[in-house]
Each structure stands twice: as C-alpha cells, then as structure tokens.
C-alpha cells in the first residue's frame, strides 16, 4: 500500500513553508545532482535558486563541489526541482540529515526522483567519464533508511521491491539512444567513507556484483521508493576504484572528470526529463 504524503514534522513543515514562499511552481520531477554535477541546474530556465542555508532545519553540505541549492526551473517546458548537492552520512554521522532532503522533496509533491552521483568505476569495462545507468545497488552502509524517522512525511513506509523503477530505466536508455550517449549499466554500491576503499575492499564488491562503488545515493534511493516516488539513478564514473587503476585518488580528480562529461550528462537528463514527462 503506498503510503500517504502525510504532513511530517513541525521542522518539515517549516521547511516547507520557507520554500513554498519563494518557489510557486509545482514540479512532480526532482533531480539531485552528486559531486561535481551542479552545473546541470545552471543550465534550467526560468530559475528560482534557494540556499538550503537559509531553510529552516535543512541540513547542510560542507563538501566541495555541493553548493547547497535547491533550484525550481524548466528543463526544457517541464518544471522540475534540482538539488544541488546532498549531505553525506560521513559529514553528520546523522542518517536522518541524509534522508531529510528526500522528505522534504515529497512533501513539495515529488513523484520522480533522479539520484545522480560521482562514482568510482569498478567493472573493468568501464573507464573514467562513463555515464552508468544503477540498476540496483548494493547496500554497504550497513545503515537502515527504513527504520523510524522522525522527519518523515509518513511513518507507514512501504518496503519496495524494486527500488529503481522499470519503466525510467526504459526512458533514459532511450534518452541515451537519441542523444548518441553511450551508456553503461550496473550495480552501484553504496558506502559510508570518507575515505576511499582499499583494494581488498574493491576486490570484495566486484565479486559480490558491483560495478561502482560512491558514498551516497543508496539510502536517498531506498527512502524514496519507501515513499512511494519512481526513482532513477545515474552515476558518472569519475575515476577508477583502488586496484582497478594507478595513481592516488583524489576529490579533484572527480570533479575534473564529471566537469569534462558535464555536457553529456546534461543532455542525457533533458532528454530522459522530455521523455518522462510525454
């Protein structure tokens, strides 16, 4: 049964009086953008950009490469809302401050949610600036996004039994065809970090059935379908895992690599968003 939009917390619905003072539409698309990807929401028309600082109780992102805006425009004559940055469980330990974004995304009247990140490549046939298609991932946070959270729009969540919905994947697939994009597939698997994994660590996740490995999304992912939103997700390989290539690893390696495909990524997700919406 899928449960009701509900009204959440006194702290949600402070969230959301803020924002519904300053954004009038009502878009039914949200897309979250993952480190290194922001630049997407610069490119909407018809702007209205919100500091996450300045809502009340939104958590904030202290990462590079997350501005922390949430930005309502069109992405071509759809309205859609764009999350640009996330918070990382790493940053507050918080599980909550994770998913809070997603309640208050519901709460708006999201239906479609598109979960994009930077992550790293662990199928060999993948190599940095790959855009993959998740669909599914693996769960290494050992954290329970299904467990009572006080910020929720519903507390009657519903265990989903595919988290990343058939029919976007079709859509962007498609999306990816016209375009000319070439698009790889895989399974995603989420982590605490912050730091990045050994390469005993990456061995384990290739022979478990991952294909990239990041440290976000899967909680974000598994809350939303327990809400009862379709969700999406893509991820931008931005550098290979440790023992899948040489060199150190490092924050500006990512960010150079999603900003060199930044145009790519941003036509695969207007022309997944005109498709959704046909």
């Not at 969230?15 to 480190?35: Q, T």
């Not at 997603?102 to 993948?126: D, E, H, P, Q």
């Not at 009657?156 to 697939?173: C, G, P, Q, T």
Request: hydrophobic content about 35%; overall charge positive.
């Amino acid at each position: 049964m899928k449960p009701a939009p509900g009204k959440g917390s006194s702290k949600l619905r402070e969230s959301l009086r803020y924002i519904r003072k300053i954004a009038k539409s009502r878009p039914r698309i949200a897309v979250i953008l993952g480190s290194g990807l922001g630049d997407f929401a610069d490119s909407l028309t018809d702007k209205t950009a919100i500091d996450t600082s300045s809502i009340p109780h939104y958590p904030e992102s202290t990462i590079e490469g997350h501005k922390g805006r949430l930005v309502f425009g069109k992405s071509a004559k759809t309205h859609i809302c764009v999350l640009q940055g996330r918070v990382h469980f790493y940053e507050t330990g918080n599980l909550e401050s994770v998913l809070y974004p997603v309640s208050v995304l519901r709460l708006l009247g999201i239906k479609t949610l598109i979960l994009t990140n930077a992550s790293g490549g662990i199928n060999k046939n993948f190599k940095p600036g790959d855009l993959m298609l998740i669909r599914d991932h693996i769960n290494l946070t050992f954290e329970n996004p299904l467990s009572p959270v006080k910020d929720s729009p519903s507390r009657r969540l519903r265990r989903a039994s595919r988290v990343y919905d058939e029919d976007l994947i079709m859509f962007i697939k498609k999306a990816a065809v016209e375009k000319g994009i070439q698009l790889k597939e895989g399974v995603y698997c989420g982590l605490k970090g912050p730091s990045y994994e050994t390469a005993a660590e990456i061995e384990m996740i290739r022979r478990i059935g991952g294909d990239a490995a990041g440290m976000s999304t899967v909680n974000e992912a598994s809350f939303a379908a327990a809400l009862g939103m379709r969700v999406a997700g893509i991820s931008c390989i931005t550098n290979l895992s440790t023992g899948t290539g040489t060199g150190k690893l490092t924050h500006e390696d990512v960010t150079e690599v999603a900003n060199r495909v930044k145009n790519s990524f941003a036509d695969l997700l207007n022309q997944s968003i005109r498709l959704i919406r046909q």
